[in-house]
Every structure is written in C-alpha cells, then in structure tokens.
C-alpha cells in the first residue's frame, strides 16, 4: 500500500485543499502507478510557518490514472 503525502507551507491555512494541490497529487499518483507503486490515497498537510499549526486533507482519487495521465500529457 503507498500513501502519496504532500507537505505545503502557508501562512493562512485553506478550509478546504486548494485544488491546484489536488490536481497535483494526481499527477504524482500518475507517476507512481506508471512505475509500479499503486497509490490508494493521498494526504495534504498544510504547516502554517506563522504559528507552526497543522491542518491534514485526505484525498480519494475520484478520476481514473488513465483521464489523470491524458490531461497531464496534454499541459506538457
């Protein structure tokens, strides 16, 4: 079982994760299926540099690695 983390600093921690840091973890899922590591969900963990608090997303990919990958390869 792989469980994708992403780690971002902020100085306002969002409601809800931003969804340019969903997409990327998508991307990275991409990645790691492509070369055999199968990822069953991520967590974004937002560190707030002014007062070093917490707040952790989990996010359950909703989208197949295929409709992820075909979106990737068309930004590129």
Same mark, same amino acid.
């Given at each position: 079982m792989v469980?994708?983390?992403?780690?971002?600093?902020?100085r306002v921690t969002p409601p809800e994760p931003y969804p340019h840091h /969903?997409?990327?973890?998508e991307y990275y899922r991409v990645l790691l299926e492509k070369s055999g590591r199968p990822v069953n969900f991520a967590v974004i963990l937002y560190v707030n540099v002014n007062d070093l608090s917490t707040?952790?997303?989990? /996010?359950?990919f909703d989208?197949?690695?295929?409709?992820?990958?075909?979106?990737l390869m068309e930004r590129k």
């Open positions: 469980i994708l983390l992403e780690l971002k600093t902020t /969903v997409k990327q973890v707040k952790t997303y989990l /996010v359950l989208r197949s690695v295929e409709e992820v990958e075909k979106e």
